[in-house]
């Protein structure tokens, strides 16, 4: 893993910025407008299920007892440290360790990789159940039991919040690859690290929603 | 103006922190589930998960040492989404149940 380039890498600031620090701050602000869309459209998934959750509580508890809160936590885990690690590389950039960055970003890499592993396995195993959104639901669930008849609107919410979530993860991802590209071309140090920190907010946001869908998903009463 | 080269750098220390707190509060959030206290345990779930989320946002996303700029818009899409919630809550709270459960 070497970074030793021959000609140092130099970031041109586009002709029509005053400076880099006016570039860096521009890209920030543009990416933080992209961020808020994305708390909006997350927002409005978060506005249904609190309404459908009010309206039939028993259904929200009964869903939630299918989901498996270990397999929850890990993935709670996992994103957590990965977005310590997205941190990091900002900061060893910022100190110029361009080693360290490109560690940083790889174990970030592998994180999302860990996260979209233990979600494919919740998935196949909710699939082979028949545990699906909508009429596609045909889990022989005990009839009589409390809450069962609308269990088909909890994994709509489930599938789609955690489906939108997940391809989230998967955008992080080919953005942190690109990250790991340009790292080992040497792109990055104190001078210019704005891919990084770009990159890490969209990140840092999709650990965000992950905190919120958890408790949501996996711990209701 | 000052360059690039001149902003904050937030001390490994805290981001070390930052994670071990943010581990510490998972833990609770697990524990809290375990216990039944009716309605609460959604308000418990989602203090601890807003406790989680100023964390992040103030140090992973640098919104305490940032320009005020980025902190104003974040709060105007919660403040948006408030909106949002508040009157969808008051269509659905208000109207005459007919049939089927909204």
């Not at chain 1, 997350?42 to 309206?55: D, N, P, R, S």
Request: glycine residues 8%.
């Amino acid at each position: 893993m070497s970074t030793a380039n021959t000609t140092e890498y130099h970031h041109h600031t586009a002709h029509h910025f005053d400076s880099a620090d006016a570039e860096y701050r521009a890209s920030k602000l543009g990416l933080w407008v992209f961020l808020m869309t994305e708390i909006l459209m997350f927002g409005g998934l978060f506005v249904g299920y609190i309404i459908y959750h009010q309206k039939m509580p028993e259904t929200f508890a009964a869903g939630s007892k299918f989901l498996d809160w270990k397999l929850g936590s890990l993935n709670t885990v996992i994103l957590i440290f990965s977005s310590l690690t997205m941190a990091l590389s900002i900061y060893y950039a910022q100190i110029g360790k361009k080693a360290m960055v490109l560690y940083n970003l790889y174990i970030t890499f592998f994180c999302g990789v860990g996260f979209m592993v233990v979600k494919s396995i919740e998935y196949s195993h909710k699939i082979h159940d028949g545990l699906l959104p909508g009429s596609l639901f045909h889990h022989a669930a005990e009839a009589g039991s409390a809450g069962v008849a609308h269990l088909p609107i909890y994994f709509s919410f489930y599938f789609v919040m955690t489906g939108l979530h997940g391809s989230h993860v998967l955008v992080g991802m080919g953005l942190i690859a690109w990250l790991i590209v340009r790292a080992h071309k040497g792109h990055f140090g104190p001078q210019y690290y704005t891919p990084l920190e770009c990159v890490g907010l969209f990140w840092h946001l999709v650990d965000l929603i992950w905190i919120y869908l958890f408790p949501l998903l996996y711990l209701v009463g | 103006m000052s360059g690039p080269n001149e902003h904050h750098i937030v001390p490994l220390k805290t981001f070390l922190g930052v994670f071990a707190t943010l581990m510490f509060l998972t833990v609770m959030t697990v524990v809290v589930a375990q216990f039944h206290f009716g309605a609460w345990n959604t308000v418990v779930a989602m203090a601890i998960a807003s406790l989680k989320a100023f964390f992040v946002l103030a140090y992973f996303m640098h919104l305490k040492y940032d320009d005020k700029v980025f902190l104003v818009g974040f709060l105007l899409s919660i403040f948006f989404l408030i909106v949002m919630y508040f009157f969808s809550v008051l269509d659905i709270s208000t109207r005459p149940v007919l049939n089927g459960i909204l």
